[in-house]
């Protein structure tokens, strides 16, 4: 069974820094891209990065203005994301996405992790 | 930038009737990657439709995707009590694969 378990969400002040970890199971994980997806309180969803393989590829949304870096470490399963400067905007369910093997869309989800800014 | 409209942002509806949700880009979807998602309060987001019309894993006959270009549709052709919920779409660019999401349709119970 395919499970994205993320982890490190909390309550942050504006400014401040933030580690998100996602462990992933059940798959071959370093075969795939991943990516982080947030939605904010009310709001839709926003994809907000995502990884090659092999990390040598990463991309993120305009809008975060390289604020956030997206990792991972295929030895432990894991997917990471360093989120600095935070800010009140930045606060949402992050979840942690698997794309599909063509980059159309994300087929597997994890439940997500709860970052909050406080200003 | 691609933008994707979705419409109507609430849709009222009684089980076991039929569904219609749109999905308008700002310009085409060249890339053919337009995919569906339902998404219930405290769940995971579940993906429905993918490549627009091409149903994943699981999924119910009764949910049906349709369109190219810049207009795409979710079809539910008879609803499930279980069916109530937030739909959106979402692309992907050429290349970098980058992604942007409607702001999606919330399906209540009329």
């Known amino acids: 069974e395919v499970q994205l378990v993320e982890s490190g969400g909390g309550l942050v002040q504006a400014g401040g820094s933030l580690r998100l970890s996602c462990a992933a199971s059940g798959f071959s994980f370093s075969i795939y891209w991943m990516s982080w997806v947030r939605q904010a309180p009310g709001k839709g969803l926003e994809w907000v990065a995502n990884i090659k393989q092999d990390g040598s590829e990463k991309y993120y949304v305009d809008s975060l203005k390289g604020r956030f870096t997206i990792s991972r470490d295929n030895a432990k399963n894991s997917l990471f994301l360093q989120m600095d400067s935070l800010r009140a905007e930045d606060t949402a369910l992050y979840y942690c996405?698997?794309?599909?093997?063509?980059?159309?869309?994300?087929?597997?989800w994890g439940q997500g992790t709860l970052v909050t800014v406080s200003s | 930038e691609i933008v994707l409209t979705q419409s109507p942002a609430t849709l009222s509806l009684s089980p076991g009737e039929r569904a219609t949700l749109s999905c308008r880009a700002s310009q085409s979807v060249t890339t053919g990657y337009l995919a569906w998602y339902q998404h219930k309060p405290g769940q995971a987001p579940r993906l429905l439709i993918y490549h627009a019309s091409n149903r994943a894993t699981g999924i119910p006959a009764r949910f049906s995707g349709s369109g190219s270009g810049t207009d795409f549709t979710l079809t539910i052709s008879s609803l499930d009590p279980e069916d109530f919920a937030v739909y959106y779409c979402q692309q992907r660019t050429n290349w970098p694969p980058m992604y942007t999401f409607g702001q999606g349709t919330k399906l209540e119970i009329k």
């Open positions: 996405a698997r794309d599909s093997s063509n980059l159309g869309q994300f087929e597997e």
